[in-house]
């Protein structure tokens, strides 16, 4: 079983940067791919990026890309989300997800665990 806990979130101004962490509890951690996904008020929840077990390979949705950075420290157990040059249509609760495999690319429906989610507010 693995929890994950998420922290960072918070209200910043349009053109501003947040950094997300998310902390993991359980073993082989180093056995996950991780993602982040995010729900807007009213929407469904959409995939932001995702990071492979190893760290080699990554993969943003396309209205991050060039703004946000995902990056892992196995020995730390945690899985960041660098957020730079915000929009306010990045305001949205932000979910950390992780996903039993090996593989580079793990489809969004292969997540199995969640964090709770923590809030992103991007002003004006």
């Known amino acids: 079983q693995l929890q994950l806990v998420e922290s960072g979130g918070g209200l910043v101004q349009a053109g501003g940067s947040l950094r997300l962490s998310c902390t993991t509890s359980?073993?082989?951690?180093?056995?996950?791919?991780m993602g982040w996904f995010r729900q807007a008020p009213g929407k469904e929840r959409e995939f932001v990026a995702a990071?492979?077990?190893?760290?080699?390979?990554?993969v943003y949705a396309d209205s991050v890309k060039g703004r946000f950075t995902i990056s892992r420290d196995n020995a730390k157990n945690t899985v960041l989300l660098q957020m730079n040059s915000l929009k306010p249509e990045d305001t949205a609760v932000y979910f950390c997800?992780?996903?039993?495999?090996?593989?580079?690319?793990?489809?969004?429906?292969?997540?199995?665990?969640w964090g709770q989610g923590t809030q992103v507010t991007v002003s004006s």
């Open positions: 997800a992780a996903a039993f495999s090996h593989s580079d690319y793990v489809p969004p429906s292969r997540y199995d665990y």
């Open positions: 359980g073993r082989a951690f180093n056995m996950y791919a």
């Open positions: 990071i492979s077990w190893s760290g080699g390979y990554t």
